[in-house]
């Protein structure tokens, strides 16, 4: 799998967006809400295309409260493309990892699915629904024309 981006638990979007373009990094997702999880999100990437998404709770029911309690501002996840969410998620189990959250569209990433799971000697890991490039767009298009 490839990494698409690292998580970083911050307590405050702002601020942090601030200090991360002094380090030289750019935006290059503007800040959004998931009210789903309870979390701001900013994505932000470095001058070489390393990706973080900065996380912030909306509120005391974020997941990131907990996280932000024990290690303050600091990494939180890495994020890995995936293929095919189910069958990572399968292999995954295989190797020991707990399904964190089940596979849903995240608006902060265009709908795509994501999926939470915890290794234990690995930390938190999500999967992403891999971007569908334009050719497999249409190939899908295509395909879905000729089956009605």
């Not at 002094?22 to 990437?45: H, M, P, Q, W």
Request: hydrophobic share 35%.
């Amino acid at each position: 799998m490839r990494i698409n981006h690292i998580g970083y638990a911050v307590q405050d979007l702002e601020k942090a967006v601030e200090s991360f373009l002094r380090l030289g990094y750019r935006i290059c997702r503007a800040a959004t809400e998931d009210r789903s999880r309870n979390v701001k999100i900013c994505f932000l990437s470095d001058p070489s295309g390393v990706m973080i998404e900065l996380i912030a709770p909306l509120n005391g029911n974020s997941p990131v409260d907990s996280w932000l309690q024990k290690n303050g501002n600091s990494p939180y996840h890495i994020c890995y493309d995936s293929e095919d969410i189910a069958s990572d998620v399968a292999a995954l189990k295989k190797q020991g990892y707990l399904l964190m959250t089940r596979p849903l569209p995240a608006s902060a990433m265009d709908g795509r699915s994501v999926v939470f799971m915890y290794g234990k000697n690995v930390g938190l890991i999500e999967l992403v629904e891999k971007e569908k490039t334009k050719d497999s767009k249409q190939t899908d298009s295509a395909e879905g024309a000729a089956d009605r």
